[in-house]
């Protein structure tokens, strides 16, 4: 029973880790990239909107932070490099 319920605790605990690793999986924008924003200007609006950012980059057309929300609350934004929209959050 005990190895029963610590291997779920390391199955679940690895799962959440893996989600927030993982990539939207699709563009945030077909823009050419001369027109995306600089991976620093895209924290700065990420921050505007109350978010306190850890870590940022550009991967696959979608710009993907990972910050504290608000509520200090981990998160992993996926912005539009164009404009830092916000496109998703995990």
């Known amino acids: ?3 029963t319920i610590a291997l779920a605790t390391i199955v679940a605990i690895a799962g959440a880790f893996s989600a927030q690793a993982s990539s939207l999986g699709r563009p ?7 027109q995306w924003l600089s991976v620093e200007a895209l924290k700065a609006k990420a921050e505007a ?6 870590k940022a980059k ?4 979608c710009g993907e932070i990972y910050a504290l929300d608000p509520n200090n609350a981990r998160t992993e934004l996926f912005v539009d490099p164009t404009s830092g ?3 998703a959050k995990e």
């Not at 909107?49 to 850890?54: A, F, H, P, S």
């Open 85 to 87: 929209e916000i496109i």
């Open 1 to 3: 029973m005990r190895t």
């Open 58 to 61: 550009i991967s696959k057309a």
């Open 49 to 54: 909107q109350g978010y306190r950012v850890q």
């Open 28 to 34: 945030c924008t077909t823009a050419p990239q001369s």
